[in-house]
């Protein structure tokens, strides 16, 4: 019997970063690739989706 509860974890993907000190660390060898800096500008220009409705809400949760 399996036990629903119990946590599931993915297995990490391993990727060559580009650098041998980076590909060393298995925690920074396990995040993405690294980002272009054009890559990385296209993204942070990305608005976030929202609801007007939530235009009303305290800062504090907006904030979230």
């Known amino acids: 019997m399996t036990n629903s ?3 599931r974890f993915l ?3 391993y990727t060559d970063q580009g650098l041998p000190e980076y ?3 298995p925690l920074i060898a ?3 690739a690294i980002m272009s800096p054009v890559d990385v500008a296209q ?3 990305k ?3 929202f609801q007007s409705e ?3 809400l ?3 949760i907006r904030t979230h």
Do not use: G
């Open 23 to 25: 590909n060393e660390n």
């Open 43 to 45: 993204t942070l220009t």
């Open 30 to 32: 396990a995040l993405p």
């Open 11 to 13: 297995e990490a993907e």
């Open 54 to 56: 939530e235009l009303n």
């Open 58 to 60: 305290p800062c504090h």
């Open 47 to 49: 608005r976030p989706q």
């Open 5 to 7: 509860n119990a946590p």
